[in-house]
């Protein structure tokens, strides 16, 4: 069975850092790309950033660019978002998924695979 596992999330002040892990199971990554997404209370899950099969493409959300870093360890059959300078407003469940390929996709629609989600809260 196909699984995405996220872990990583939870409490921490503005200006802090997280990395989050996403691990796959029951398949290789090394075929697949992976999205980071983010969806905040009241509001639709957003793209957060992707990269490519082999690690040589990545794209950031605006938001997010030069505070947030994807890289993937296919080795170990995980994707890390390394978050940084973390603001309120980066509070979310943060979901990684994954389709096979090899380019980036920023809409969900085009990810077959999710993960259950962690909860990033980021407060003083």
């Known amino acids: 069975q196909l699984q995405l596992v996220e872990s990583g999330g939870g409490l921490v002040q503005p200006g802090g850092s997280l990395r989050l892990s996403c691990a796959a199971s029951?398949?290789?990554?090394?075929?697949?790309?992976i999205g980071w997404f983010r969806q905040a209370p009241g509001k639709e899950r957003e793209g957060v950033s992707c990269?490519?099969?082999?690690?040589?493409?990545?794209n950031y959300a605006d938001s997010v660019k030069g505070r947030f870093t994807i890289s993937r360890d296919n080795a170990k059959n995980t994707v890390y978002l390394q978050m940084n300078s973390l603001k309120p407003e980066d509070t979310a469940v943060y979901y990684c998924?994954?389709?096979?390929?090899?380019?980036?996709?920023?809409?969900?629609?085009?990810?077959?695979?999710w993960g259950q989600g962690t909860q990033v809260t980021v407060s003083s």
């Open positions: 998924a994954g389709t096979s390929g090899y380019v980036c996709y920023d809409v969900a629609d085009e990810y077959d695979y």
């Open positions: 029951g398949f290789t990554l090394d075929y697949y790309v």
């Open positions: 990269i490519s099969s082999t690690g040589g493409s990545t």
